[in-house]
């Protein structure tokens, strides 16, 4: 006997819902009917065959069995195009299965052309724990569990790959994707759209069975990525702004302030009043702090990783000393109009490799 408790606590959530099925049109209703007749003779057979009769009884019980199949397949085949409502109770499983392969992407795709897309099916996401030993890097235990590395960042909230050590334990799940906090106003709709999967998808990698998410769930969105910014902060590769205030000159070619001359500016101004906080845009040390007063007025040189160094100018005071370790926001001084300045504005410039980069290229 069939268990139908799953069936009816569903149908306590979701309501029943018709579907409607239409019976091929000749020639294809013909062949269905016929492969309808073989399988149905096929079952007959089996049952009677199980059965201790006669061997004259069990011919004609077969034959008996047969005649009444053929005038099923006939009454079937004879209803003709007409449609047929039938109410089907819903499987949550089986739709979640089908739904998620057969899915909006497939609309309108009759050529039997076949997407590149990932079938596996989802039911849960059971991550694995891996101790990072020494020498590991991210980036080869994610090719090792064929995931991306911010899979790996997200997942396990690192904010600094530099500060993973040996010993250390990661949770790796079985796919790509990312966890999620449900907040206020949220649904699965929403969450979907958002991140460009679909609410089935969300329903199998959560072990779901309704819609129904509350302020603070903790879900897995298969196939979510985490923001570049995110990923350049955790990765050591993000660059903040220094400070706040107008942006009045960019990177390149400009007519001098003082002769009206056309030259290259090799950085950007933000212009804000005298005292304004100045930050570092990224970690690193200080590798530099002078003054030049017909030039830069009183600066700051920091270095990065990965070959980055960053310029503070035109400072009215500075904080931090030459040698010194700073992280990223930490203060570096105060906004001013030292040096060859027309007005209170810092001068910020990167530079890779010791040459100058736009700034605007890099900076969050």
Not at 27 to 37: D, G, T, Y
Not at 169 to 185: H, Q, S
Not at 230 to 244: H, M, Q, S, V, W
Request: charged fraction near 20%; glycine fraction near 10%.
């Amino acid at each position: 006997m069939i268990d139908m408790t799953p069936i009816i606590l569903e149908q306590k959530v979701r309501k029943r819902r018709k579907k409607k099925i239409s019976f091929l049109p000749s020639p294809e209703r013909q062949a269905s009917a016929a492969l309808l007749f073989r399988r149905l003779t096929l079952r007959v057979k089996k049952f009677l065959g199980q059965l201790t009769w006669k061997k004259s009884d069990r011919v004609l019980a077969i034959s008996l069995g047969v005649l009444g199949i053929v005038l099923l397949t006939v009454v079937f085949s004879g209803l003709g195009r007409k449609k047929v409502d039938i109410l089907l109770p819903e499987d949550p499983v089986l739709n979640s299965s089908l739904l998620n392969v057969v899915s909006s992407e497939f609309e309108g795709q009759g050529s039997g052309e076949v997407n590149d897309m990932d079938f596996r099916f989802i039911s849960g996401i059971d991550p694995v724990n891996y101790v990072i030993q020494s020498g590991d890097t991210l980036s080869e235990i994610a090719r090792k569990y064929d995931i991306s590395v911010g899979t790996l960042i997200g997942y396990n909230g690192i904010e600094n790959v530099r500060r993973i050590y040996p010993g250390e334990v990661l949770k790796i799940p079985e796919i790509d994707g990312i966890p999620y906090k449900v907040k206020a106003g949220d649904t699965l709709e929403s969450i979907a759209q958002a991140y460009g999967t679909n609410v089935n998808r969300l329903l199998d990698a959560n072990d779901l069975t309704t819609n129904l998410i509350l302020p603070g769930d903790d879900l897995f969105i298969p196939g979510g990525q985490i923001s570049e910014y995110e990923y350049r902060k955790a990765t050591g590769t993000l660059f903040l702004y220094p400070t706040n205030g107008r942006l009045t000159s960019y990177y390149g070619y400009r007519s001098d302030p003082f002769t009206g001359r056309r030259q290259f500016h090799y950085g950007i101004d933000i212009a804000n009043r005298t005292g304004t906080a100045v930050t570092a845009t990224m970690a690193g040390v200080v590798v530099d702090v002078g003054e030049r007063p017909t030039g830069y007025g009183k600066y700051v040189i920091i270095r990065h990783s990965y070959g980055f160094q960053s310029l503070y100018a035109h400072l009215e005071r500075v904080s931090v000393r030459e040698g010194q370790r700073v992280e990223q926001g930490q203060r570096l001084g105060d906004m001013g109009s030292t040096g060859r300045s027309t007005g209170s504005h810092l001068h910020f410039s990167i530079y890779k490799n010791n040459s100058p980069i736009n700034p605007l290229n890099y900076l969050f």
